[in-house]
């Protein structure tokens, strides 16, 4: 079966512009999620979608990070404005379930200048 | 609350040595816990998984983790070391309820010398 896939995978944009980051989860995966992990930190939550619906959006560090699952398949994260703390890998992973762990993808590194 | 904790960021063993990677939990209530394993310019790769079945739990690669309730413990070990276990590490608890989002540790780079 095809993996998680995540594009791009490098981006780099000034402060100020807008950036989308795409997921395409596993098919058939309900669950999924987006972490990040800002350099020489822990992975952290950002969200969790079941098919369409946000579960959990605790993690979202502010108004300018934004999240959708368009008819419970691929996901997107904008973020706009970017600020230079918003650099960091961005990694999706899906799921069937708690039972089973995540399937991660290969992240996209972002980097805001 | 839940967290993670990976004493020492890098980790050097000889090859053929045992691998031994530390990691502690907290959790107010019974955990799942994981280990990923991250190579250059890959995703996170599940190594094992603890979801209150067998306390060892035997995963890929031949690594291997035992749940220690008594310790708060769920360390991973390979009774010996290839180059190609040189990666980085990340241990992950989450409770079997709610969102189900992980709490990772801070990660553990291992390097394996020839």
């Known amino acids: 079966e095809a993996g998680v896939t995540q594009f791009p995978s490098h981006s780099v944009i000034e402060k100020g512009q807008t950036v989308t980051l795409r997921c395409d989860p596993i098919s058939g995966h309900d669950n999924l999620y987006w972490y990040r992990r800002v350099m020489g930190k822990e992975i952290k939550f950002l969200l969790h979608f079941v098919k369409e619906s946000k579960q959990d959006e605790s993690g979202m560090p502010n108004n300018r990070f934004l999240a959708e699952r368009t008819g419970g398949t691929y996901s997107t994260l904008k973020v706009q404005p970017a600020e230079l703390e918003d650099s960091g890998v961005y990694f999706c992973?899906?799921?069937?379930?708690?039972?089973?762990?995540?399937?991660f993808g290969s992240g996209t590194r972002l980097t805001v200048v | 609350a839940q967290s993670v904790t990976q004493l020492g960021s890098h980790v050097s063993v000889s090859e053929g040595a045992l691998v031994l990677l530390r990691c502690n939990y907290s959790?107010?209530?019974?955990?799942?816990l994981f280990w990923y394993v991250q190579y250059p310019n890959q995703g996170l790769q599940l190594l094992l998984k603890?979801?209150?079945?067998?306390?060892l739990v035997k995963g890929i690669n031949g690594f291997e983790a035992e749940f220690k309730k008594s310790e708060t413990s769920f360390h991973l070990t390979k009774p010996s070391a290839h180059m190609s276990d040189a990666a980085e590490y990340f241990c992950a608890v989450t409770t079997p309820s709610g969102t189900y989002k992980y709490i990772f540790g801070t990660g553990t780079r291992l390097k394996v010398l020839a």
């Open positions: 959790s107010s209530v019974p955990p799942y």
């Open positions: 992973a899906s799921s069937p379930g708690p039972n089973y762990g995540y399937t």
């Open positions: 603890y979801t209150s079945a067998a306390t």
